[in-house]
């Protein structure tokens, strides 16, 4: 995990174990959250009736990471994942690489990856990584389940990181379409107050195998 390349709270680079564990190979569409929000009656995200997000195969955006974990509370089978099982998905078995496909921005994404764009892409669109996942590391920044420290990797276990017991702000990885670049390297770190809303926010759920 990690780089020397960005931010301070990215190194050191360091190795650890993560147990098996099962990812979605797409970030949770707006048609699945929107079955959510039916069932539950929980409040619809940031800007959910604009025009510019109202794809059903487009991310969900505008949750919060409180939304998110009850998004994962309501389906019973699923969480959000630790930043280390979401690094180790999003490498897709190409260490020290860049972006989970090289060291280069694929030639799939949108616009060479120069943004901002008016609205994110659809969830299938493009290529997969090595593990089958798509558009992780681009698109929307993706909630993670562990509280953010600056000084987390320098005291990590070695084995299934799960973050710091407590803080004031989640983590969360991948880039977004609103940025001037929108994909991110895969060792990129971002946090963000849990109860926050950005439209270029969402997330992608995960399990143990």
């Known amino acids: 995990m990690g780089s020397h390349e960005g931010q301070d709270d990215e190194a050191p680079i360091h190795v650890v174990h993560v147990d098996g564990f099962a990812i979605a190979p797409y970030p949770v569409t707006r048609e699945e959250y929107a079955r959510f929000i039916d069932s539950t009656g929980h409040p619809p995200p940031r800007e959910w009736l604009s025009p510019a997000f109202d794809r059903p195969d487009f991310p969900v955006v505008g949750v919060s990471w409180d939304d998110a974990a009850a998004y994962c509370a309501w389906r019973g089978d699923a969480r959000l994942p630790t930043e280390a099982e979401w690094e180790r998905a999003a490498r897709g ?73 407590g803080g004031a702000r989640r983590t969360s990885r991948g880039g977004s379409w609103r940025h001037a670049v929108t994909i991110s390297r895969t060792a990129a770190r971002s946090r963000l107050d849990p109860s926050f809303r950005y439209t270029d926010y969402g997330f992608r759920i995960a399990r143990r195998a």
């Open 93 to 165: 078995g190409r260490e020290g690489e860049r972006y989970p496909w090289g060291d280069r921005i694929p030639a799939w994404i949108p616009d060479d990856g120069r943004g901002p764009l008016p609205s994110p892409w659809p969830v299938t669109l493009g290529e997969s990584n090595g593990y089958g996942l798509f558009g992780i590391a681009a698109n929307v920044h993706e909630w993670c389940a562990d509280w953010h420290a600056p000084d987390y990797y320098s005291t990590s276990p070695a084995s299934n990181p799960s973050g710091p017991p």
